[in-house]
């Protein structure tokens, strides 16, 4: 219908209805722009994250956590999990200790539970409680790994699904022995497990990837070596900051800035490592990325130090 005609047609109409229909045109045209869908730059933005400390470890000698580290300076890594914040859902890194872990550590040898004591434990799941979390956003878990201070939680998230690589769930389930990994944590059948299939598409230097979302912000790499299947998972915010959460590949920003692996005598009495040569290889790779990029925060998933910078729950960081 031509603009002449149109006008012509509500010429015919009761100044009263002429009104009226006016009214109803700017409503439907306001609630029309109300409810338009948001740009890639609008959702890029609501895209945050917030780090959760659910324990640390007991005190322990620098030396003890990366090579060539003190005798003199006391650590207190951190068991610590990330809550990534999407308007197409949230992503929990890691679970940290649970509410069960006294019991589950019971696998240990009494060696083995001294070496890898803990304090302060403060679950997700209590935590998420607490501050009135809306489980209906949670979209998955993503452990980067399965060792047991990174699935102790994931009994306490029964309904949730959990995405782990092919690789370290059938390495956990065949081959798996404490103290590493701990079976009563990951054998319920309650556990929605959903294999995470990373594509053969590069990203920053590493061979598989996946782009979570499709638009750029949750990018999820290969970083097999410490296990067989571990992931690390880049975080690109809006404001341009970036972190590139890299579980544990090393447990210290200084392994990562010397280019230095855990202590030879840890892996000697834990086997803390599945392949040393592919997680060194990680190491330098990462030591380069964050060389060239001022804008990229290296977490490791247990410095105490690192994680001192970052946002803690319940606040977030966009």
């Known amino acids: 219908m031509t603009q002449s005609k149109l006008l012509s047609l509500f010429n015919t109409i009761p100044r ?12 439907v ?60 859902g949230d992503l929990l890194l890691d679970t940290g200790l649970g509410r069960n872990v006294d019991t589950q550590v019971e696998e240990m ?15 997700l799941m209590d935590q998420l409680e607490a501050s009135q979390y809306d489980f209906a956003r949670l979209h998955a878990v993503i452990p980067t790994h399965m060792h047991w201070d990174h699935v102790s939680g994931l009994e306490d998230l029964p309904s949730i699904p959990v995405w782990v690589t092919t690789e370290e769930h059938d390495f956990a389930v065949k081959s798996g022995e404490a103290p590493a990994f701990l079976r009563s944590q990951f054998d319920s059948p309650a556990i929605q497990w959903d294999f995470l299939q990373l594509d053969s598409q590069p990203y920053e230097g590493f061979e598989r990837s996946r782009d979570v979302f499709g638009d750029g912000t949750v990018i999820i790499v290969s970083l097999a070596g410490h296990t067989p299947g571990q992931v690390g998972v880049f975080l690109n915010l809006a404001s341009g900051n970036r972190l ?20 030879a005598m ?25 060389a060239k990029d001022s804008k990229l925060t290296i977490v490791p998933a247990h410095d105490e130090n690192v994680a001192a910078r970052l946002v803690q729950f319940p606040e977030f960081a966009y």
């Open 16 to 27: 009263r209805a002429s009104l009226t229909l006016l009214l109803s045109c700017v409503l």
């Open 29 to 88: 045209s306001g609630t029309v722009q109300a409810q338009r869908p948001e740009s890639k730059a609008e959702a890029a933005a609501t895209v945050g994250y917030s780090l959760i400390r659910t324990a640390r470890s007991t005190d322990a000698k620098e030396m003890l956590v990366v090579s060539g580290g003190s005798w003199l300076k006391d650590r207190q890594l951190q068991h610590n999990v990330v809550l990534i914040q999407h308007p197409q």
């Open 109 to 123: 040898s009494w060696i083995h539970r001294q070496l890898l004591a803990y304090a302060d434990v403060h679950p």
């Open 244 to 263: 590139f959460f890299i579980g544990d590949t090393t447990w210290t920003a200084e392994g990562v800035e010397r280019k230095a692996p855990r202590p």
């Open 266 to 290: 840890v892996q000697w009495l834990a086997g803390i490592d599945w392949d040393r040569e592919q997680n060194q290889a990680h190491i330098e790779r990462i030591n380069a990325l964050a």
